[in-house]
């Protein structure tokens, strides 16, 4: 005997916007806040918080990786990274709480050592741009995974609208860490991955008896 397949309502890795809005409005938004005081700390000690960055390749500098996207070099770097933290992190939570975490530390991490083994020596980079374009990369890149239409409407709006930030992946601008966005980029597809396989291993599939 077998059972007629029952239409699965849509799954909760195919969203496109968070199950909870407002408690994930108050998580970026307390994010961002963090950015704003660490500013704040960063100028009370004259700067000294920007040289806890990443710093290829060093051992003093390996701890940049856990600090560095907290902290920037003056308001117009944290200015210029507000709405992109703020719009992104918002969006990438459309799956809760829990897997945008687990997406945020992949970018995180990813970026961090990706810069502190590619960049360029003598240097050290700080903000919250690597992250940032991680998140965007996970929001290009699920709706494949995922196979999910909503996803991938939502992945053209934001090239229409930041499409041109891309080109921050590529070498060219003084004082840009593009690695910091190559690889952050490229653990947002991780993460993506990640969660589409993570997704697919817990769905149901159809009784056969």
């Keep these: ?8 309502p849509v799954r909760s890795g195919q969203r496109i916007l968070p199950p909870h ?11 961002t806040a963090l950015l704003y005081l660490v500013e704040i700390a960063d100028l009370v ?5 920007e040289r806890q960055g990443i710093v290829p390749r060093t051992l003093d500098g390996l701890d940049g990786v856990i600090w560095a996207p907290l ?60 992250v940032a374009f991680g998140w965007l990369a996970y929001l290009l890149v ?9 996803q991938l409407l939502v992945a053209a709006v934001l090239l229409v609208l930041w499409g041109g930030t891309l080109w921050g992946l590529l070498p060219g601008k003084a004082g840009v860490s593009w690695q910091a966005h190559l690889f952050g980029a490229i653990g947002g597809v991780l993460a993506a991955w990640f969660a589409a396989r993570s997704q697919r291993r817990r769905a149901p599939g159809n009784l056969v008896a």
């Design 71 to 130: 902290v920037h070099a003056g308001w117009a770097h944290l200015l210029a990274n507000t709405v992109p933290v703020l719009v992104f992190g918002f969006l990438a939570m459309a799956t809760g709480i829990a897997r945008w975490t687990a997406v945020t530390a992949t970018v995180w991490v990813v970026s961090g050592l990706g810069v502190w083994l590619t960049g360029d020596p003598g240097t050290t980079t700080i903000g919250a741009s690597g």
């Design 45 to 49: 000690s004259r700067g000294w918080l």
């Design 21 to 31: 809005p407002k408690v994930a409005g108050l998580v970026i938004f307390s994010f």
């Design 1 to 8: 005997m077998s059972t007629s397949p029952v239409p699965a």
């Design 142 to 150: 699920r709706g494949i995974f995922n196979r999910s239409f909503g």
